[in-house]
């Protein structure tokens, strides 16, 4: 007999299913925050168990296009960021053998609620009633599983409701004239609360976070965060890094540098005093402050560094930067440099390339340190 041809309505089923297929394998590889991640824990086991559906015996269709559709996703997106390389193509596999293994538990589920629930006629459906049973069973004690699993990592709509109904109320009674925004609960696995962010419409620096356990409230970090200052020396240190980072580039053509300034607020018992919410950024803070460069050098030798340290310093002062330690990391062919704990009297002796070799041999009497990884020829 002739094979018969799949009706409209089938046709317009196994679309839907297709389309749906591959929103969940592109919404999964899509999801980058690290706790979203979790929620691939359903989404996936849900893509394979509607593949078997849709394709039946050629389920093993799923978990290979969504291989390689994450894998192309991941890949592009890694590469993006820092370019093509073997760093995205590893990462793009790796997320590719995840999102595909996490199917299979759907395929599973699928199956064997097909055999709980599927009837055949004929006499001996009675005598696998008891395998039935198990395979639902098994089915639903899979489905449980993975929801648990989800609800630990993630949390759940219902418990995220609740924490953001808790927090509002919160924040209306607790900080009415602060003109909050509230970001959405996340869920922090490592301590079982959802966790969400005050942002203030007109105060940069007011920001802080609320943690909620069992929706109830129980702490905020507005003391630590907004009252002490650290959320002021925080966005200093970023405009000061900012500033370093392009004299270093404009002054001495290092284009591609990173640099991080960051306040010694060890020293100052009452730095909040020094700080004023919102303030203007200087370079005059009375803050001690110490300022960390990375950067690419052709040469890697203790004369070469000391070299760029001088020429940094120099740069710096003529631009009214003072900071009382340097810290350098430098990489070329595979070798690492970290050179830490270079004070300005370091930089003017004269003899930095000789102190960078002593601390190198562990010889240097002062406080610089030189860390090196890798194998020189």
């Not at 699928?110 to 089915?139: D, H, M, R, Y």
């Not at 602060?178 to 079982?192: M, Q, S």
């Not at 830490?340 to 406080?367: F, Q």
């Amino acid at each position: 007999m002739p094979e018969e041809r799949p009706t409209a309505k089938q046709s317009i089923l196994f679309v839907t299913q297709l389309i749906i297929l591959f929103t969940g394998t592109v919404a999964g590889a899509v999801i980058s925050d690290p706790i979203d991640k979790f929620y691939n824990l359903l989404i996936m086991p849900g893509v394979g168990g509607l593949g078997f559906i849709a394709f039946r015996k050629k389920w093993y269709y799923v978990p290979f296009a969504v291989l390689v559709i994450t894998f192309l996703w991941r890949t592009v997106a890694e590469s993006m960021q820092v370019g093509f390389g073997s760093f995205a193509l590893y990462a793009g596999l790796n997320s590719g053998v995840i999102q595909s293994f996490l199917t299979l538990p759907g395929v599973l589920i699928a199956a064997l609620l097909q055999l709980a629930f599927t009837k055949k006629q004929g006499c001996g459906e009675n005598s696998k009633l008891p395998l039935k049973i198990f395979s639902g069973a098994v089915a639903g004690a899979m489905i449980f599983f993975l929801l648990s699993v989800t609800n630990s990592f993630a949390g759940n709509p219902v418990s995220a409701y609740f924490a953001d109904k808790a927090i509002q109320q919160y924040v209306e009674e607790t900080y009415p004239s602060l003109a909050l925004e509230i970001g959405k609960p996340r869920y922090n696995f490592k301590f079982n609360r959802y966790v969400a962010q005050a942002q203030s419409r007109t105060s940069k620096d007011t920001r802080f976070y609320i943690h909620c356990l069992h929706g109830e409230v129980n702490s905020d970090s507005y003391e630590s965060d907004v009252v002490s200052g650290y959320n002021t020396l925080d966005r200093l240190s970023g405009e000061y890094s900012a500033l370093a980072q392009k004299l270093v580039s404009e002054e001495l053509g290092y284009e591609n540098n990173t640099a991080r300034v960051m306040y010694d607020k060890s020293e100052y018992e009452n730095a909040a005093d020094v700080l004023e919410l919102d303030m203007e950024f200087e370079r005059s803070l009375p803050m001690k402050a110490e300022v960390l460069l990375r950067l690419d050098l052709p040469d890697i030798s203790m004369e070469s560094i000391a070299l760029v340290l001088t020429e940094a310093h120099r740069v710096f002062v003529d631009n009214d930067c003072i900071f009382c330690r340097y810290g350098l990391t430098v990489e070329s062919d595979g070798i690492l440099v970290m050179v830490d704990n270079v004070s300005p009297a370091d930089i003017e002796s004269g003899e930095l390339a000789a102190l960078l070799e002593k601390a190198r041999t562990h010889e240097s009497p002062g406080g610089i340190s030189v860390f090196i990884k890798g194998n020189r020829e």
